[in-house]
């Protein structure tokens, strides 16, 4: 089962840029201390040696940041281990032990789980304009907005991607007036192939895929037309679609027939009917067909209707593990069930996952799905210097599921803190 657990081959680590040895330590030693001796041989050796001591005691840092004495724990590196993170010009410069050299601004991460940031794939962030700097505190350094809005009023979450700090793409509705109460494409017509296409080509530099919402209560009867017509809108741009199954109407292996490398399955943990998992307990045959051929099946952990504690047991049971997790975070979420991207990862502490293996759906894996974050997700040398500090409390902590079933965990993982590009981002009210 645990082979499973991660189906893509890590990120090795690249060689690291030793730093050079200041000017000091070259002519008096690690010490970088100048007693009235050393100054006065620097003044009487003459104009030139002593300009360049002056040089040396105004030059800056060599490092902006350093975020030291952390358990720095990075699945692309294949590291877990007390470690110092030092960056310089917004990137990662050097991670290792016991890091020197002068920073502007030091972090003490003692006690602390220090790891990329965190790429939330399935969100609705950019449905209010506080959005993305809410999930920023978090460790949320990106994230997808899966299929707030539709062709209509799309310009509304691209608003908020475009100003978010931190990068952001959005999935647009098939559903041309996107998310509805009475259901986004219960009337078949506003699955609009034209009107999503249209949208697209305005912007294509911030639409990164199409989103099919397929419960009965959202499409109805209609849900493989609406797949079909997602698809046809992606093909058009080679986006891939993402799927919001569960409780459908059409036999969940007919929909995942018309699924292609590179879409997304989310809310894999939904019950019936129409579930990944038979009532014995094994994954459908085409389920595991579509996860060989390179569909993704994300967690999508949301507050209705997508996550129940025995179907999450059964699925992980059976060895068939998320490639990714996300919150499906909404402003409602932050006070139930969600909370946030933290308390969502420690939930699978529970079932079996190791603390790398949870974090690497969170970085790693999830910086595979977009184009854009496909340099992220990693503490590797010269990644962006993205990096979430996170607290890993034991004790007893309470996990409520979509249908108000409770559970028990041990551990729970709290947001402490956020570097995003390399900047200190301010912390949670």
């Known amino acids: 089962m645990f082979l499973a657990a991660v189906r893509r081959p890590e990120v090795v680590c690249a060689n690291r840029v030793q730093p050079r040895e200041p000017f000091f330590q070259q002519l008096w030693g690690p010490s970088m201390m100048m007693n009235r001796r050393q100054f006065a041989w620097a003044a009487a050796a003459g104009p030139a040696v002593f300009a360049r ?10 490092y902006d940041l350093i975020v030291k004495g952390g358990r720095v724990l990075d699945p692309s590196l294949r590291l877990d281990a007390i470690r110092d993170v030092a960056i ?24 602390k789980v ?51 700090p931190q990068p952001c793409r959005v999935l647009i509705n098939i559903g041309r007036a996107g998310i509805l109460p009475d259901g986004d494409t219960m009337d078949i017509s506003r699955a609009d192939v034209g009107a999503a ?12 895929g199409v989103k099919a919402r397929l419960s009965r209560d959202v499409a109805g009867a209609n849900d493989y037309e609406v797949l079909r017509r997602a698809q046809d809108v992606a093909s058009s741009f080679n986006l891939p679609v993402m799927i919001h199954m569960g409780q459908t109407v059409s036999p ?24 990944i998992v038979d009532e014995t307990g094994r994954i459908l045959p085409e389920v595991l067909a579509a996860r060989r051929r390179g569909v993704w099946f994300d967690l999508g952990n949301g507050r209705t209707g997508h996550l129940r504690w025995d179907i999450v047991e059964r699925v992980m049971q059976a060895g068939f593990w998320p490639d990714t997790f996300s919150t499906d975070w909404t402003p409602e979420g932050r006070t139930a069930q969600v909370i946030d991207f933290p308390n969502v990862m420690s939930k699978f502490l529970d079932f079996g996952m190791s603390l790398d293996q949870v974090v690497a759906r969170a970085t790693v894996n999830a910086s595979r799905v977009f184009e854009v974050f496909r340099d992220r ?11 979430a500090v996170l607290e890993l409390r034991q004790g007893l902590f309470e996990f409520v599921d979509n249908y108000g079933n409770r559970r028990t965990g041990r551990q729970r993982l709290f947001p402490s803190g956020t570097i995003l590009g390399g900047k200190r981002v301010p912390a949670r009210a």
């Open 53 to 62: 001591v002056l040089d040396v005691l105004a030059a800056p840092a060599r």
């Open 88 to 111: 310089a010009d917004g990137r990662i410069a050097t991670v290792g032990a016991d890091i020197a050299e002068d920073a502007s601004e030091t972090i003490d991460a003692r006690g």
């Open 114 to 164: 220090v790891v990329p940031g965190l790429i939330d794939v399935h969100c609705h962030a950019a449905r209010v304009k506080d959005g993305p700097t809410l999930c920023l505190a978090d460790g949320v350094t990106g994230f997808v907005d899966a299929g707030s809005q539709g062709a209509d009023r799309i310009h509304e979450t691209i608003a908020v991607a475009r100003s978010a």
């Open 197 to 208: 296409r249209d949208a697209i080509a305005k912007n294509r530099d911030v639409i990164a």
């Open 252 to 275: 969940l292996p007919r929909l995942m027939d018309l699924l292609k490398p590179g879409d997304i399955v989310t809310h894999m943990f939904a019950p019936p009917p129409n579930s």
């Open 377 to 387: 997700g990693t503490l590797n040398v010269g990644a962006p210097a993205d990096v």
